[in-house]
């Protein structure tokens, strides 16, 4: 591993510090070095707050060492305002000398020109270290940007011979499958994604609520499939807790393929990522669409003697764990 790479490793490293509140903007992770070590670090703030680059220089006590350091970022220093001003102005400014960047900002307020700032400033610039690691890091930004949709993460769980479900149950809850372990995972996973959505056999079934609680962190909006609207207003995702938006027949046209309908109404509301959490049909929908990024899958110990049959699905490169009884699936939609 060359030094570059090093440091752009610790990059991806300190970003995901950010994962669950940098949304709608991407969670960068930044360096400074100077004579080989690291003199500051930053992360992208909460959604508002400062960018990365900005969190690491003004970490730095003697500003004037700047001049001497070197600058490793995952992504492209912004070159416009929004909520806040240029990070490409503020290298500038402090005379950095060197900047290193994983990947280029496919943002169109952006899209190079940055690097391009920053290189009439004078300012040395490299660009493309570990920049498959750094895409990756950045692929709810990316996918929301260039595929005009959330990044989509599928998520069930199943018994071992692939039952989701019993055909039948004496109440309105979930049925668990998997050990306490894979749901506090579960809620983390929530506490990390933009939203969340269901079906409506899922809300009538389980009446779930759909938030954070066993791991800290910002509930996701709720997203509902409700075709007739016959959901009752006391379930429980109606509650205050976080914020329900509902697709029903005003919103989509359900005689056409519904996974890219609901997609476009999820952009429209800068819904940058969602875990589609069922029932069967919903996932299904998604799945035939070819409309998902990752599946999680899990398996537990649990068995029914008949029920509502999983997806039927065909992954791509599974990346399996065990938690404790339970193993985990990890499908990418290559």
Not at 15 to 35: E, H, Q, S, W, Y
Not at 118 to 140: D, F, I
Request: proline fraction near 5%; glycine fraction near 6%.
């Amino acid at each position: 591993m060359t030094t570059h790479e090093i440091y752009i490793k610790r990059c991806i490293e300190i970003a995901k510090n950010g994962l669950g509140t940098t949304r709608p903007n991407p969670m960068v992770g930044c360096v400074i070095v100077v004579d080989n070590k690291i003199i500051s670090e930053g992360f992208t703030s909460a959604y508002g707050g400062n960018h990365a680059e900005v969190n690491a220089i003004t970490a730095v006590k003697d500003t004037s060492v700047l001049k001497q350091a070197t600058l490793y970022v995952t992504l492209e220093p912004c070159s416009h305002y929004g909520k806040t001003p240029p990070c490409s102005d503020l290298i500038i400014k402090h005379g950095i000398p060197q900047v290193v960047i994983g990947c280029i900002d496919d943002n169109k307020q952006v899209a190079g020109k940055g690097v391009k700032k920053l290189m009439e400033a004078g300012v040395n610039v490299t660009v493309g270290v570990l920049e498959k690691e750094c895409k990756h890091l950045h692929r709810r930004f990316f996918t929301f940007h260039n595929e005009k949709r959330p990044y989509i993460i599928l998520k069930w769980a199943q018994t071992p011979d692939g039952f989701i479900a019993p055909l039948s149950k004496p109440h309105k809850a979930p049925v668990w499958i998997t050990n306490t372990y894979s749901r506090q995972l579960v809620h983390k996973w929530r506490a990390e994604e933009h939203a969340i959505l269901v079906g409506t056999n899922t809300v009538l079934e389980d009446n779930p609520s759909l938030t954070v609680r066993d791991y800290t962190g910002k509930h996701p909006i709720r997203i509902v499939i409700d075709k007739t609207n016959k959901l009752p207003k006391n379930a429980t995702i109606f509650n205050d807790d976080a914020e329900t938006i509902m697709i029903d027949k005003n919103t989509i046209d359900f005689n056409n393929p519904v996974a890219s309908q609901i997609c476009n109404v999820l952009f429209k509301n800068n819904i940058t990522s969602v875990i589609v959490e069922g029932g069967a049909k919903t996932l299904q929908t998604f799945i035939d669409e070819n409309l998902w990024d990752e599946a999680r899958v899990f398996t537990g110990n649990i068995c029914f003697k008949n029920g509502i049959k999983g997806p039927n699905f065909y992954g791509i490169s599974p990346m399996k764990k065990n938690i404790e009884h339970d193993i985990l699936n990890i499908y990418t939609n290559d």
